[in-house]
């Protein structure tokens, strides 16, 4: 199942970090180890600096083998949301949806 993460780094932690000069290659461990089909750096929830992690997660067990890293690396904030790619949505009956509850 394909799972967006909206990753939200505490900007105490992460400038720790980086005055350590040990973000890049915190995160690029972290990227080796969960492969992201895609990774977006940029705002997260409440302008901290954020990433967006796109990941395929087999089994709901294994959302705590992407999400685990930026926790234990970063004390990071995550959301998780289920994502589909268009040929996901040309799969949905929404005839039948809205038959049956509309």
């Known amino acids: 199942m394909r799972m967006m993460l ?6 105490a932690k992460f400038n720790e ?3 350590q000069g040990q973000i890049g290659p915190k995160i690029a461990s972290i990227i080796e180890d969960t492969k992201p089909e895609a990774i977006y750096f ?20 294994d959302l705590s ?3 685990e890293p930026w926790y234990l690396t ?5 959301e998780t949301s289920i994502c589909m790619l268009p040929e996901d949505v040309g799969k949905i ?7 049956k509850y509309a």
């Open 17 to 19: 970090l980086c005055r």
């Open 6 to 11: 909206l990753v939200t780094f505490p900007t």
């Open 74 to 78: 970063f004390e990071a904030r995550i």
């Open 65 to 67: 083998q992407v999400s």
């Open 42 to 61: 940029g705002k997260g929830a409440g302008g901290q600096r954020g990433a967006i992690v796109i990941v395929d997660v087999p089994t709901p067990a």
């Open 93 to 99: 009956d929404m005839d039948a949806l809205v038959e």
